[in-house]
């Protein structure tokens, strides 16, 4: 039996916390594929997506996350997160979204918010960047398999990016 351990990996370190239009950074003919491409796969097993024109900057989602692990609430708050995300019913970027959701799933508000605020885990997800990227990851989802990380690879179906370099990001803190 294989014990599996989500590790945060923020993909969009770039993106100011208010986010980037998905226009802007893929192009308007790309995004439109991206997401036609996306809603197909969700439509076809059952999910609600409801995607927003923005590409987020999930560093605080993860940092909430790893608050959620300190206190077993992990898996709850992993959950919550993904269902918020993906059907539109908060903001992954936004404090006070985080705060209601990790307090849906039992954590506590001023803690978190605390948490979230001072960028608690931000060794943790920076250190986890560092090794993902180190082992050839730079997507998501993305698997490894132990010890080290002796194999790594994207799981799942990868949409293509645009040709050439990415557009640049406003520069703006985490």
Same mark, same amino acid.
Not at 38 to 56: C, E, N
Not at 83 to 93: C, D, I, N, S, Y
Not at 104 to 121: F, K, W
Not at 155 to 164: E, F
């Given at each position: +039996?294989?014990?599996?351990?989500w %590790?945060?990996?923020?993909?969009?370190?770039?993106? /100011?916390?208010?986010?980037? /239009? #998905?226009?802007?950074?893929?192009? #308007?003919? /790309?995004?439109?594929?991206?997401? !036609?491409?996306?809603?197909?796969?969700?439509?076809s097993?059952? %999910?609600? +997506?409801?995607?927003?024109?923005?590409?987020?900057?999930?560093?605080?989602?993860?940092?909430?996350?790893?608050?959620?692990?300190?206190? *077993?609430?992990?898996?709850? +708050?992993?959950q =919550?997160?993904? *269902?918020?995300?993906?059907?539109?019913?908060? *903001?992954?970027?936004?404090v006070?979204? %985080?705060?209601?959701?990790?307090?849906?799933?039992?954590?506590?508000?001023?803690? %978190?918010?605390?948490?979230?605020?001072?960028? #608690?885990?931000?060794?943790?997800?920076?250190?986890?960047?560092?090794?993902?990227?180190?082992?050839?990851?730079?997507?998501? /989802?993305? $698997?490894?398999?132990?010890?080290?990380?002796? !194999?790594? #690879?994207? $799981?799942?179906?990868?949409?293509?990016?645009?040709?050439?370099?990415?557009r =640049?990001?406003?520069?703006?803190?985490?």
């Amino acid at each position: +039996m294989a014990h599996v351990t989500w %590790l945060p990996f923020e993909l969009h370190p770039e993106a /100011p916390p208010e986010g980037i /239009p #998905r226009d802007v950074y893929f192009g #308007r003919a /790309p995004s439109d594929r991206i997401q !036609s491409h996306l809603q197909s796969i969700a439509d076809s097993v059952g %999910l609600i +997506m409801s995607q927003r024109d923005v590409i987020i900057n999930s560093r605080r989602a993860l940092g909430a996350a790893e608050f959620a692990r300190e206190r *077993k609430r992990f898996g709850d +708050m992993h959950q =919550a997160l993904f *269902k918020a995300h993906w059907e539109g019913t908060g *903001k992954l970027e936004d404090v006070d979204d %985080l705060v209601r959701i990790g307090s849906s799933v039992g954590l506590d508000a001023a803690d %978190l918010r605390s948490a979230i605020e001072a960028d #608690r885990y931000a060794e943790v997800i920076d250190g986890n960047r560092r090794l993902a990227t180190s082992v050839g990851i730079d997507a998501i /989802p993305a $698997c490894a398999t132990l010890p080290r990380w002796r !194999s790594a #690879r994207r $799981c799942g179906p990868r949409p293509s990016r645009p040709a050439g370099p990415r557009r =640049a990001a406003p520069a703006h803190g985490r």
